[in-house]
């Protein structure tokens, strides 16, 4: 099963770049792994809040395939303990599905038809982090799930 990473916007600072980088490389050890950057939306300080939530949702829409298992990372989600996390993610690839996509939203959330797409909603974190953290924060999350499954020490209980 190939595992998708969506986000919008390019992550601004170069130790979360390079952070990213790192997991990314260790995730594809393991798995096909796709982490797509979608461009900010033109113009969004003239735009309402809906407004660019509805523009961000057209993107994050276009990027997904019939079939696709849809995890958004949002406030109101499930919250796994890196464990339950992992097994979250097996169950979902014994199922047979051929892509899970995780989608991180901008900074004001998700439009309707991204929250009517979606088949699972992820917590991280009763606190707030910015969608810029979120992105190394849930890539090392990905690269812990691989190792809890393979039986590899760097996961402790």
Do not use: W
């Amino acid at each position: 099963m190939k595992t998708v990473l969506l986000a919008i916007g390019k992550t601004d600072d170069e130790y979360l770049t390079e952070g990213i980088r790192k997991y990314v490389e260790r995730i594809r050890h393991y798995a096909p792994f796709e982490f797509k950057c979608l461009p900010d939306i033109k113009n969004s300080r003239s735009l309402t809040r809906d407004q660019q939530k509805q523009q961000e949702g057209r993107l994050l829409t276009a990027e997904m395939m019939p079939g696709d298992v849809v995890a958004l990372l949002d406030e109101g989600g499930r919250q796994y303990t890196s464990r339950q996390f992992s097994q979250f993610y097996s169950k979902i690839a014994a199922s047979g599905a051929k892509r899970l996509v995780f989608v991180i939203g901008g900074p004001y959330g998700f439009s309707d038809d991204v929250y009517k797409a979606a088949t699972h909603k992820i917590s991280l974190s009763p606190m707030t982090f910015s969608h810029q953290m979120v992105r190394l924060i849930f890539v090392e999350q990905l690269y812990r799930l691989h190792t809890i499954i393979k039986g590899e020490p760097y996961h402790h209980d």
